[in-house]
T-cell receptor, first 114, second 110 residues
Framework: DTGVSQDPRHKITKRGQNVTFRCDPI?????LYWYRQTLGQGPEFLTYFQNEAQLEKSRLLSDRFSAERPKGSFSTLEIQRTEQGDSAMYLC????????????FGPGTRLTVL | AQRVTQPEKLLSVFKGAPVELKCNYS??????LFWYVQYSRQRLQLLLRHISRESIKGFTADLNKGETSFHLKKPFAQEEDSAMYYCALSTQGGSEKLVFGKGTKLTVNP
């Protein structure tokens, strides 16, 4: 286990299509976060999981977005009916619980919506 | 609402010169502050956090609650310090999600 992995690394899709991204956290980490980063901005929080429970969602996460972490290990982020404004880098991070511990980031999935 | 401000989008210094990357925050609770760094073609990684009071790669940062600042400093910049630097605040309790600034791109010229 060499760190957080994300798949795919790049995704190009047409407006209106659905896309799904996968994140595999560091194996013993029970917290998993999704962030979105657009050009010239820092990462923005989308949602987080404690084990399999999704405990917080940002207002940025419209109802076209859904995230799951079915067995408390990997997570998926699905975007339905993509829009050009969804074009961004989607980052996944994981951490242990408690005490503002370091979040370890994956390489990201770059989404381009044409 | 929590907010992190990094006033400089770009910062350019010469090798061996001191460098200071500014970060100001607003948060009603007791903040945990971090500096994350992203080197070219690498993933975002933690550089340092205020609670550990460490010096990493020669960088230090002091939390000033009166001025609500957490500036990152290094007395002698090196070319390998060239990177994107993000200041981040971790919220209390619950998710402990990170709130990031927009980042400062540091270039250290030879």
């Amino acid at each position: 286990d060499t760190g957080v992995s994300q798949d795919p690394r790049h995704k190009i899709t047409k407006r209106g299509q659905n896309v799904t991204f996968r994140c595999d956290p560091i194996s013993e980490h029970n917290r998993l976060y999704w962030y979105r980063q657009t050009l010239g901005q820092g990462p923005e929080f989308l949602t987080y999981f404690q084990n399999e429970a999704q405990l917080e969602k940002s207002r940025l996460l419209s109802d076209r977005f859904s995230a799951e972490r079915p067995k408390g290990s990997f997570s998926t982020l699905e975007i339905q009916r993509t829009e050009q404004g969804d074009s961004a880098m989607y980052l996944c991070a994981s951490s242990l619980t408690g005490g503002h511990l370091e979040q370890f980031f994956g390489p990201g999935t770059r989404l381009t919506v044409l | 609402a929590q907010r992190v401000t990094q006033p400089e989008k770009l910062l350019s210094v010469f090798k061996g010169a001191p460098v200071e990357l500014k970060c100001n925050y607003s948060y009603s609770g007791s903040p945990e502050l971090f500096w994350y760094v992203q080197y070219s073609r690498q993933r975002l990684q933690l550089l340092l956090r205020h609670i550990s009071r460490e010096s990493i790669k020669g960088f230090t940062a002091d939390l000033n609650k009166g001025e609500t600042s957490f500036h990152l400093k290094k007395p002698f910049a090196q070319e390998e310090d060239s990177a994107m630097y993000y200041c981040a605040l971790s919220t209390q309790g619950g998710s402990e999600k990170l709130v990031f600034g927009k980042g400062t791109k540091l270039t250290v010229n030879p």
